[in-house]
C-alpha cells in the first residue's frame, strides 16, 4: 500500500495535513490551509494543493482519507 | 460552531485530529439567505439548508442551516462560496478569506466619500439596511441673513403671523394682560411672510440676500459634510445603492453574476420569492384596481444577485436562476476552480 495523492481532486484545505498523527508529531503547529512551513512533514499544501514530502514517513493508518473531503488523498 | 479537535468515526475507525491549528466554522443564522449553495457545494454533505419560505414569513423559528458535526471535515468550502458571508470559517482565528491558498469569488461594495453628496438615497434604499451616510447641515443662520423686528406697539398679537411662519420662528402669547411677541432670530429665514400677512404692519423685515443679490451668500457655507458607512456584514453587494446613487459615488462588484427568469405560465404568483429575496429584486406590480388579482411577479433584475433562494423556494419550479460569471482570486486547486464553474450550472 502506497499514499497517494490526486492533485487534481484537492481543495487544499490543508485537512489531511493537521489530521495526520505522523504530521502532527513532527511539526504539532501544522498549519495546513497556511502552507508550508518545513519539509520534514509528510504532506503539506503548497501553491493551493497538496504535496507529499516525506512520504516514507507514512504510517498507512488512514487518517487522511478519511478526513479528505474529496478523495484527494489515499492509500492504495 | 465547530471546531478543531474532532473525531471522525466510521467503520470502526476513530479518528481524532489533533494538531495545535485550530479551525473553527461558525454560522451567522442572521446573515444567511437561505440560497443554499453550501449545501449544493460541501463535498461531504455535511450541510443541510431548511425550507426557507416559512423561515422568513416567521411561521416556524428554525436556524436556517443545520451542519452535522460528524460529516464536517473543517475544510472550509461552504465560507469560501457563500454569497454573503454567513458562514465564518477560520484557520487559527485568521478568516479564509485573508489566506492565499484559499480562493475566494471577488465582491465589494464601496461609497467614495469624495464624490457622495450624502442624500441618504442609499440609505434608504439598501435592502439590508447596510448603509449608514451621517451628514451635517450647514447652519441655515450663515446662508440666510436679514432684519426682522416686531414693534410691540403697533402689534395686536392676533397671531396670524405665528400661525403662518413656515419655519416657527414667531412666538405670539396670546394670554389677556400678558400679550407679547417674539422672534427667533436663529430660524427665521427672512421671507418675510410674516411682513406680508401682519394686517397692522407691525413687523419689518428685510432679506440681505433679495435685496442686496448674493451680498451675503458665502456659497462654501452651503456645503453638506458627512461619511458613509457599510456594513460588510450585512450588505449583499446587490447593487441598489449603485442603482439610485446621483452622483455615481457607489459603486458595487457582484459575487455572482447571471440571469433570472420566471416562467410565468408555471408562477402561481403565490409570493415565496418575493419574501425570500434578500435584494428585494422581486414584487408584485402594481395591481390596476382594488381586488384585481395580478397575473405576474415583476422583477428588477439589475438588483438580483443570483443566490437562487427564490428558485430554491419557489413551490412550482417556476424560476430558473442562473450564474454566468464568477471573478475569483486566483487558485492553482483545480478542484476549487471546479467547484466554481460548477456554479455556473
Redesign the interface.
Known amino acids: 500500500m502506497e499514499l497517494k495523492v490526486n492533485q487534481d481532486n484537492c481543495l487544499g484545505c490543508g485537512v489531511c495535513v493537521v489530521a495526520c498523527p505522523v504530521n502532527v508529531s513532527i511539526s504539532p503547529d501544522v498549519s495546513g490551509g497556511h502552507g508550508s512551513r518545513t519539509e520534514e512533514v509528510i504532506m503539506m499544501v503548497e501553491n493551493g494543493v497538496i504535496k507529499l514530502f516525506s512520504e516514507d514517513k507514512c504510517t498507512k493508518c488512514g487518517t487522511c482519507q478519511m478526513f479528505c473531503p474529496v478523495d484527494a488523498i489515499f492509500l492504495e | 460552531m465547530i471546531a478543531?479537535t474532532k473525531e471522525?468515526k466510521?467503520e470502526g475507525?476513530d479518528?481524532k485530529?489533533?494538531?495545535?491549528?485550530v479551525?473553527n466554522l461558525s454560522f451567522k443564522d442572521h446573515i444567511c439567505i437561505g440560497c443554499g449553495i453550501c449545501e449544493s457545494t460541501?463535498?461531504?454533505d455535511a450541510i443541510n439548508v431548511a425550507e426557507i419560505g416559512p423561515i422568513v414569513r416567521e411561521e416556524v423559528d428554525m436556524p436556517k442551516i443545520d451542519i452535522d458535526e460528524d460529516k464536517c471535515?473543517?475544510?472550509?468550502?461552504c465560507s469560501g462560496l457563500c454569497p454573503v458571508d454567513a458562514l465564518d470559517f477560520t484557520?487559527?482565528s485568521e478568516p479564509?478569506s485573508n489566506?492565499?491558498?484559499?480562493?475566494h469569488y471577488i465582491s465589494s461594495a464601496e461609497i467614495d466619500d469624495d464624490t457622495c453628496i450624502y442624500c441618504q438615497r442609499c440609505e434608504i434604499a439598501c435592502p439590508r439596511d447596510s448603509i449608514t451616510i451621517a451628514r451635517s447641515l450647514p447652519e441655515r443662520s450663515d446662508l440666510v441673513t436679514g432684519e426682522i423686528e416686531a414693534d410691540e406697539e403697533t402689534c395686536i398679537h392676533c397671531g396670524i403671523c405665528d400661525e403662518m411662519c413656515p419655519t416657527d420662528a414667531i412666538d405670539v402669547d396670546r394670554t389677556p394682560g400678558e400679550e407679547s411677541i417674539e422672534i427667533d432670530k436663529d430660524k427665521c429665514v427672512y421671507c418675510l411672510l410674516c411682513k406680508k400677512i401682519c394686517p397692522v404692519d407691525a413687523i419689518k423685515a428685510a432679506c440681505r440676500i433679495c435685496s442686496y443679490g448674493d451680498y451675503d451668500l458665502n456659497p462654501e457655507d452651503a456645503v453638506t459634510t458627512g461619511s458613509s458607512f457599510i456594513d460588510d456584514e450585512t450588505c449583499v453587494k446587490c447593487g441598489w445603492c449603485q442603482e439610485i446613487c446621483p452622483v455615481d459615488a457607489a459603486k458595487v462588484k457582484k459575487q455572482y453574476e447571471g440571469t433570472l427568469d420566471i416562467d410565468e405560465d408555471k408562477c402561481t404568483v403565490c409570493g415565496t420569492c418575493i419574501d425570500v429575496c434578500p435584494c428585494d429584486v422581486l414584487s408584485f406590480p402594481e395591481s390596476p384596481g382594488p381586488a384585481t388579482i395580478v397575473d405576474n411577479i415583476h422583477k428588477d433584475e439589475q438588483y438580483c444577485i443570483h443566490c437562487g433562494a427564490c428558485e430554491r423556494a419557489c413551490p412550482v419550479d417556476a424560476i430558473d436562476v442562473k450564474i454566468t460569471n464568477v471573478d475569483y482570486t486566483p487558485?492553482?486547486?483545480?478542484?476549487?476552480i471546479d467547484?466554481f464553474e460548477a456554479l455556473k450550472n
Open positions: 478543531n471522525v466510521d475507525f479518528i485530529r489533533s494538531a495545535e491549528e479551525r460541501c463535498p461531504v471535515v473543517l475544510c472550509g468550502m484557520i487559527d479564509i489566506i492565499v491558498s484559499y480562493p487558485t492553482k486547486s483545480k478542484s476549487w467547484k
